[in-house]
């Protein structure tokens, strides 16, 4: 008898009652057993040694919550009955409301000219472009500057490494 693959397979509650009294009686009987097995010993002794009494109504009050549980509408008060309506139907509306702003594509923007005459539009493109382009020329300066820089950085530092 394998008492490790026993008390394996009734830790995982995959024993059967045979392999669980096998377990039980050697437990019980044997006075030599192995010292990695001494808890064991101890939990099948405090397991035989306590006798669970089992009340005799418990058939009968189990019997009589199951048929609450099949006949629901019974058991619930009116007041209840409502709230669970309505609660339903709120939380319908809530999916539906959802639903709508999850399906729903936004319009795509209309295109609409902006200037009805067709000079005024090219003049205010002619400023917005000069604009753009003084901005542009003044960065490209501030870059020319700073490469300025660099390249002097870079020659006192040659002159100075080749010292």
């Not at 090219?122 to 003084?134: D, K």
């Amino acid at each position: 008898m394998n008492i490790e693959l026993l008390l394996n397979k009734f830790y995982e509650g995959v024993s059967t009652r045979e392999e669980e009294r096998l377990l039980t009686e050697y437990f019980l009987n044997e006075e030599n057993v192995d010292e990695r097995w001494k808890d064991e010993q101890q939990l099948f002794r405090l397991l035989h040694d306590t006798q669970i009494q089992v009340p005799a109504d418990v058939s009968k009050k189990l019997e009589e919550l199951i048929m609450q549980f099949d006949s629901p509408s019974k058991s619930i008060p009116l007041r209840r009955k409502w709230y669970y309506w309505i609660s339903s139907a709120a939380a319908v509306a809530l999916l539906c409301i959802g639903l709508f702003f999850a399906i729903r594509k936004p319009a795509p923007p209309k295109m609409a000219d902006t200037f009805s005459d067709p000079r005024e539009a090219a003049l205010v493109a002619q400023q917005t472009l000069a604009y753009m382009s003084a901005k542009l020329n003044k960065g490209i300066n501030k870059v020319a500057d700073a490469n300025q820089e660099f390249e002097k950085v870079n020659q006192l530092l040659n002159k100075h490494l080749n010292n």
